[in-house]
Every structure is written in structure tokens, then in C-alpha cells.
């Protein structure tokens, strides 16, 4: 089961899940890659807003609710929507998927290669797989605090003093979440995860207006 997750409201960029990127709604570029690899009968865009589930109704996929305005606000967590739409399908559709994949509108240059790869790594010996990517920023580097007394210090006390013995360090992208049934149904009773690394190209997530002319630039450049 695919779940795609679509609220109207925006802090960062209003309506930013159906803006315009290349011409079309942000939200058409997951369900394209999305769709690339699955039936539309599992693909689920969980949304609260009838102007999303007109404009996604339109690419001909149906949206089959409106989320609850409680599951819509910015405290509500991917977890509760998760469970809300497994539990959707489940009830009232007789549908129970195994394996669940959150794909985030936000991610428009994850395609469709970068989903059937991160499925292979799911086996019965981990419970998920998350998208990365390797980043520079690493904690033990360049993460510092400020003390009571007003002076910057380390946050990660680590014997490290040059770069290159850093050990490698990663940064989820939000790209690509997929869990086993068995994992969402006993969350923190296991930590055997998986990471699928992303090239940084392919993991912009759109977040501001800047991250939007970035990815027209991208666009535009032919750089994907």
C-alpha cells in the first residue's frame, strides 16, 4: 500500500502540495512514480482538502476519503495518518497490506527507480527502509551548543580532529519510508532499519520558495 500524504495547509509555502513545478501540481510527480509501479487501487493520497482530491481526482486516481480535520493540523504525526488510511482500507475496502510506503509530495524527483530499489531491500530480517543521504554536516564535526555561560562548545564529545576520520554519517531526505505491517503495528520494539542512499540531486525536499526555484532551475537545466 502506497500512502501519500496531501494536507492543505502550508506554514513554509501555502497550497505548496499543488503548486505549480514544470507546469504541473507538485503532488503529480509522486503519483507518477508512484503509479509507475503500482496498481492505483493500492495508492492512497490522504488528504483533508477538496481542491487537492479535485486536482488528483483528475490524473483519473481516487482519492477514497477526506482525512479527519484532527489528522490536518500541524501537530498531528505521520503515524496517526498512517494508521488512519490502513485502517480505511482495511475496514471498508477489505484491503490489509503488508507493506506500507509513505511517499511525500514534497519529494517531486524521487521517481519510480528509486522506489523498486529501496523495495528490495525489505526482507524478513529488517522491519523498514528509510531514504537517506550521505551529509556533510557531520555531528561530530560542526554540531555545537552554547553553554550556560554563554560559550559555543562541541554537542558530541568525540576524539575526532581531522575530517577524513570522521566516521560516514547520514540525513534522512523524506523521500522513501516503507515499513513492514509488523513494525507499525509495535512501533519501538525494533530498530532494525535499513537506509536506501539517494544521490543529493534526487533528494531535494520542498520546503520554502527557494526550494521551488531550485527545482524549476533543475528543471529548466535538464539536471535529473
Not at 501540481?25 to 482538502?49: G, H, M, N, Q, W
Not at 531535494?204 to 537545466?221: R, T
Request: proline share 5%; charged share 30%; aromatic share 10%.
Amino acid at each position: 500500500m502506497i500512502i501519500i500524504p496531501a494536507r492543505g495547509g502550508s506554514k513554509g509555502v501555502p497550497r505548496k502540495n499543488i503548486k505549480l513545478l514544470g507546469g504541473k501540481p507538485l503532488i503529480y510527480y509522486t503519483i507518477e512514480a508512484a503509479r509507475s509501479v503500482f496498481k492505483d487501487e493500492v495508492i492512497c493520497v490522504s488528504t483533508d482538502d477538496l481542491e487537492i482530491k479535485d486536482i488528483v481526482e483528475k490524473t483519473g486516481l481516487k482519492v477514497p476519503f477526506l482525512r479527519p480535520t484532527e489528522l490536518s493540523t500541524d501537530l498531528a504525526g505521520s503515524a496517526e495518518v498512517i494508521d488512519h488510511a490502513i485502517n480505511f482500507y482495511e475496514f471498508q475496502l477489505g484491503y490489509v497490506p503488508d507493506t506500507i510506503i509513505l511517499l511525500q509530495p514534497t519529494s517531486p524527483f524521487r521517481n519510480s527507480n528509486h522506489i523498486v530499489e529501496a523495495l528490495k531491500l525489505l526482507d524478513g530480517n529488517c522491519d523498514a527502509i528509510y531514504s537517506v543521504i550521505e551529509t556533510k554536516s557531520n555531528p561530530y564535526f560542526v554540531l555545537v551548543e552554547e553553554s550556560p555561560e554563554g560559550w559555543l562548545k562541541k554537542m558530541l564529545d568525540a576524539p575526532y580532529t581531522r575530517r577524513q576520520d570522521l566516521p560516514t554519517v547520514y540525513e534522512l531526505n523524506g523521500a522513501i519510508y516503507i515499513y513492514s505491517r509488523d513494525f507499525l503495528k509495535n512501533r519501538n520494539l525494533s530498530s532494525k532499519i535499513r537506509k536506501f542512499v539517494m544521490d543529493k540531486r534526487f533528494s531535494l525536499d520542498i520546503d520554502e520558495d527557494l526550494d521551488f526555484k531550485i527545482a524549476e532551475f533543475f528543471l529548466e537545466k535538464n539536471l535529473l
